[in-house]
């Protein structure tokens, strides 16, 4: 048999020290959380001084009726279903919103591409109705994307977009 040695000597362990952090000081670390956390509200009082509500349209009911009570509007690559609104009861599905809305729903196939494009497209789509949200204002917007939407720049989708838009009026709203 072979003998055992129990000492202290003979047991090899390392011992794991914590680090600090080599890159900034703690603090820094705690300026940096404060300064970012200021530029958080600033955004967010821009946010609550536009007035108009931005929402989506949420089930397939609200899509329907986009669908049959809307006006179509055709471009090369995309086809909206516009609804206006000014009253409460000409959308039925209310929900509470206020003075001020714009409900937005996006339908892009899987012949659009794989997940990675499609929400690229949407991410688009969802940038250029803000940028344009003053025209936009009490409507109810359904963009059906076709296939090329990839194709396109931004610049030529803002083209088509406005042109589609060009028509609207007052006298469309009910």
């Known amino acids: 048999m072979y003998k055992r040695y129990i000492n202290e000597a003979n047991i090899s362990t390392t011992q ?14 705690d300026q940096k959380r404060q300064e970012g956390h200021q530029c958080k509200e600033s955004k967010r009082k821009k946010k609550a001084c536009s007035l108009i509500v931005v929402d989506s349209l949420k089930n397939k009911k609200e899509f329907d009726f986009v669908y049959k009570k809307g006006n179509k509007r055709y471009a090369k690559n995309f086809t909206l279903y516009l609804l206006p609104f000014c009253s409460k009861t000409s959308f039925p599905f209310f929900r509470e919103f206020g003075n001020d809305i714009f409900l937005l729903g996006l339908s892009v196939s899987k012949k659009n591409g794989k997940a990675v494009q499609r ?56």
Not at 127 to 156: D, P
């Open 16 to 29: 794991y020290t914590k680090k600090k952090n080599t890159w900034f000081s703690a603090q820094d670390e």
């Open 119 to 174: 929400n690229f497209i949407k991410r688009r789509i969802r940038f250029l109705c803000r940028s344009h949200l003053e025209k936009l204002r009490n409507y109810a917007l359904i963009f059906v994307v076709k296939q090329g939407m990839l194709e396109l720049s931004y610049k030529q989708l803002e083209e088509d977009f406005l042109k589609c838009l060009k028509g609207l009026s007052q006298r469309e709203r009910f």
